[in-house]
């Protein structure tokens, strides 16, 4: 193994990348993220890292709300186009004709062609540098029936959700283990 002399780029990975839905009473918003992720589980909370440049940042910070959506394969694009593409320029929302879905959150959207989204309200923000961590307590949870087993439980292979490590998007399948499958196996 070889050791980087100066990290340039964290290697933890592969995260799913999310769409972030925002906005405030005059504009909705989306922002693709990959550094988003769970950091608390009761009450559940999910943070969301944004650079204060983007147009999503204002959004997030001014409405204290927003979603995440994680994508499918098949949205690969979308995923990449919401990332590159600033909402300051173009309604994301109309540009890739997409449906704006309301949940419990006043201002922030959620994707209804996503397989699973999330609400957050913010409860804290971290200057961390490069970037702002927004933390956020998760409100509901939604679900496309269709990736759903018949006991209401999410199979993540009918989701098939996007990763992304180091600068790509890659495919994401599970193997269908639970936490704990090496010991249960050893007996």
């Keep these: 193994m070889t050791k980087q002399k100066q990290p340039t780029q964290l290697l933890l990975g592969p995260i799913p990348p999310a769409l972030i839905g925002c906005g405030n009473e005059k504009e ?5 993220l990959a550094w988003v992720g769970v950091v608390n589980s009761s009450p559940p909370m999910i943070s969301a890292a944004v650079r204060a440049n983007r147009h999503s940042h204002d959004l997030i910070r001014d409405t204290g709300e927003f979603t995440v ?3 499918n394969r098949a949205q690969v694009d979308l995923a990449d186009g919401c990332g590159n593409l600033s909402g300051r320029d173009l309604d994301k929302f109309e540009h890739f004709n997409l449906t704006a879905a309301k949940g419990s959150l006043e ?3 959620m994707i209804a062609e996503c397989p699973i989204s999330m609400e957050c309200r913010v409860e804290h923000v971290l200057e961390l540098g490069s970037h702002t961590l927004f933390i956020g307590r998760l409100v509901s949870s939604y679900v496309e ?3 759903l087993t018949e006991k209401g439980k999410i199979d993540f292979e009918r989701c098939d959700l996007l990763g992304f490590c180091a600068g790509s998007y890659l495919e ?3 193997l269908g283990l639970s936490i704990g499958y090496t010991v249960k196996e050893r007996g």
């Design 28 to 32: 909705s918003n989306i922002i693709t």
């Design 69 to 71: 959506n994680l994508p």
């Design 107 to 109: 201002r922030a959207p």
């Design 145 to 147: 029936e269709g990736v």
């Design 172 to 174: 994401t399948k599970p």
